[in-house]
């Protein structure tokens, strides 16, 4: 039987060259397989599947609760592969819903994290910084076509030395940690392994969150979603945040207790929030969340971004070298 790895038709187009020479060069055999929506895989073949990728073109117009066109021909491949080893997948996370089955038989999962952290964090950091400067305000005179200056006691107050508490210290949460470091914001992170790290003034484990809140300007939320995570901002947590606070969430929307943060915004005890994620996805148009004045509301887009294809395919490239090398995996995700 010939192993191989399966792979989109477009990255092996693109890459193929140096695909081609990862597999020459390595230590044992492994063939490409092609996918494509349309592809028709024998049992010989499905028996050989060793290795995939579910890369970006695969991913193309998934959402939370409907897979692509090709992903749907995809999984099912993927999920009858009986020596299926590994798995890489497109995304930062391996909570989303297609992936379960392979975790569940020991397949090893590899994401692709970092590959689109420089733009989710800089866009979590432009909605912070919108809503610091008030451009909600002005947004919404602008369409009533007013003239609104912020004057006085609505004046914003300065961003610098102001406190941001940064859920998750990963290539999100570090990309975010840098920017806000250099515009003069106190950065504290929050992760189970206590340690030093660069552009973060102190680092926390997450069971301190609770005594941080009260002092908090902006909570930023770019965490995985586990057991842990799950629900982390309730009502509870939210009423100890102070009126001035800002809530930025780019991490997954079940983070969050969604009615609670509604209340919240709706009462006027938090200053604002800018959220890409939500429960469920897309978000309802009769959510009370489109309509709040202090809300700042993207589709689950932070991440879209021209290069994220490349550097989740280079992500996948040096992954390849290694499986076949024996060396350790970027971005395996441990199991529990």
Known sequence: MTSTLLLSHKVIAEFGARLTGILQNAPRRLELLPFTPETTITPAQLAG??????SRDIW???IKTALSPAARVYWPIVDAAPNLKWLQVVSAGADQRPYQPSIRRGVRVTTS?????EPVGLT??????????????WMRAQQKREWAPQLGAQSPRDLRGQTAVIVGMGHVGTVIARSLHAIGVHTTGLRRRVAPAEHFDEVLPPPALDGLLPKCDWLVLA????????GLMDARRFALLPPHAGLVNVSRG???DEAALTATLASGHLRGAYLDVFTVEPLARDSPLWTLP??????????TSAGNYARGVEIFLRNVDAYLRGKPLENEVMRS
């Open 49 to 54: 599947i060793e290795a995939t990728f579910y």
């Open 60 to 62: 193309e117009g998934t």
């Open 113 to 117: 994290a970092g590959a689109n952290a």
């Open 124 to 137: 979590a950091v432009t909605g912070l910084m919108m809503l610091s400067r008030g451009f909600p305000h």
């Open 223 to 230: 965490c995985p979603l586990t057991a842990e995570t799950r």
């Open 254 to 256: 079940e983070v969050v």
């Open 294 to 303: 202090n809300v700042i509301i993207t589709p689950h887009n932070s991440a």
